[in-house]
């Protein structure tokens, strides 16, 4: 079967303006250097053949996460709804909520992190420090505890300000790198690829329709994670 047609089990929302999808571990969101197939392309062709159009559908991205990472990501299927929801962004109007499995037990069970992120091209990296550098942008997140096991731990973070590796980069600093992600200090890679952070929803007011919204990604069914959906009382699937 092909990936064009496995994506319909995977929709998690859809509209005539937006459309949402759980994203795995390790799928491209947009086009790069390594020429893989990007979840955008995937996504066009889908609706191309569904619709039966003759041409190429319109299908933009308007909310990307990071390669390793699993869990919604969000693509405008009209100009209108792309301009709108970008704008929505733009002032920090879209709640973003992450989950994400650490290596180390967080100094706080609840906490608000501010400081800055200074991005590193060639690494493809962003340090994290409180101290303002020369061309560092502002972050800023809050983390709350969810659970813990005898080598690991859970924490919902929500993004407040959306900077280059904004969660991995803060959790690194805080001493508890996410399972997984070797680039920010993690012990190990895990056997099944990816890293252990997951966007498990996004909230917002639809800028078209002016109604609630509100999407919601089940995490990876590993057996770690299958643990601590249930510590944190929240169903795997929607």
Not at 210 to 231: G, H, M, S, Y
Request: charged letters at 25%; aromatic letters at 8%.
């Amino acid at each position: 079967m092909s990936r064009t047609n496995t994506l319909a089990s995977r929709i998690l929302y859809e509209d005539n303006h937006y459309i949402a999808l759980n994203k795995l571990c390790g799928e491209l969101v947009q086009g790069d250097e390594t020429g893989d197939e990007p979840l955008v392309d995937a996504v066009r062709s889908y609706i191309r053949i569904r619709e039966q159009k003759p041409g190429e559908a319109f299908v933009q991205v308007a909310h990307r996460i990071d390669r390793p990472v699993s869990g919604v990501v969000l693509f405008a299927k009209t100009s209108k709804g792309l301009a709108r929801i970008n704008d929505l962004f733009r002032r920090q109007a879209v709640e973003r909520t992450y989950w994400a499995i650490v290596e180390k037990l967080p100094p706080k069970e609840e906490d608000t992190v501010e400081g800055y992120l200074t991005r590193n091209t060639q690494q493809n990296k962003s340090h994290f420090s409180q101290s303002k550098r020369a061309g560092a942008q502002a972050a800023r997140l809050s983390y709350r505890l969810v659970g813990g096991t005898t080598n690991y731990y859970m924490v919902e973070v929500k993004l407040l300000t959306g900077r280059h590796h904004q969660i991995r980069a803060v959790l690194a600093w805080l001493g508890c790198p996410v399972r997984g992600d070797l680039k920010y200090g993690a012990r190990r890679s895990l056997p099944e690829g990816g890293i252990d952070l997951h966007a498990r929803s996004l909230a917002f007011t639809h800028p078209v329709k002016n109604e609630p919204v509100r999407i919601v990604a089940p995490p990876p069914e590993t057996p770690l994670w299958k643990i601590f959906v249930q510590t944190a009382g929240e169903p795997l699937k929607r």
